[in-house]
Structure formats: C-alpha cells, structure tokens
Nanobody, 124 residues
Framework: QVQLVESGGGLVQAGGSLRLSCAASVRAFSSRAMAWFRQAPGKEREFVASISWTGYTTSYADSVKGRFTFSRDNAKNTVYLQMNSLKPEDTAVYYC?????????????????WGQGTQVTVSS
C-alpha cells in the first residue's frame, strides 16, 4: 500500500521557519521525482517545489525561491521542505507528491501519489 505521510506543519509567526517532512512507503522511492504543492482556502492547488530522483536538481515556484529548500534522503524514503522567512501568504495545506517516475514537473497531474496534507499557518 502506498503511503505518503506529511508532518511538521503548524502555526508560526511571519519571518519564522518550519521544516516539513514526508515519509513515503512507495515502491522505488529513490527512482521517483518528488514534489510539494500547496492549497490555500478558496484557491487552486499550486506547485511549490520539485526534486529529482537523485536529489541533485530542484525547482521552485517564484514565490518561494530563495526561502524554501527541498531535499531528500533516499536511505530514509523521506523528503524535506525547509521553509524560512515565512509570510502570511504561505498559509496553506501543503501536500507531498510522488511522481510516476523520474520526470520532474510543475504539473500536479504528473504525480501519481499524494499525501493527506499538513496545515501551515503563518500569522502576521
């Protein structure tokens, strides 16, 4: 059974930091691209960041570039999203997603498996 379990969300003041984790029980994790998406109330789900299966290549939405860092530990089947200098507009439910293969993309439909999400709330 495929499972992606996010953790690390919470309430933080603007300017603060959070580190999200996503533990994956999915076949061939180390060969899959991974991504984070987020969805704010009343808005569509949007791409946040992706990482290649090797971990060497990352891509970020312009809104988080320079503030968020995406990393992975293939030995632990876990990915991490370090979020610094958080802003109120970062408030959303954050979702971890596993790709069908090695392709990294900003398109949500290219990701085969999704976690349940973790709430991040940034107060002003």
């Amino acid at each position: 059974q495929v499972q992606l379990v996010e953790s690390g969300g919470g309430l933080v003041q603007a300017g603060g930091s959070l580190r999200l984790s996503c533990a994956a029980s999915v076949r061939a994790f180390s060969s899959r691209a991974m991504a984070w998406f987020r969805q704010a109330p009343g808005k569509e789900r949007e791409f946040v960041a992706s990482i290649s299966w090797t971990g060497y290549t990352t891509s970020y939405a312009d809104s988080v570039k320079g503030r968020f860092t995406f990393s992975r530990d293939n030995a632990k089947n876990t990915v991490y999203l370090q979020m610094n200098s958080l802003k109120p507009e970062d408030t959303a439910v954050y979702y971890c997603a596993a790709g069908a293969g090695q392709l990294t993309t900003t398109r949500a439909e290219a990701y085969a498996y999704w976690g349940q999400g973790t709430q991040v709330t940034v107060s002003s």
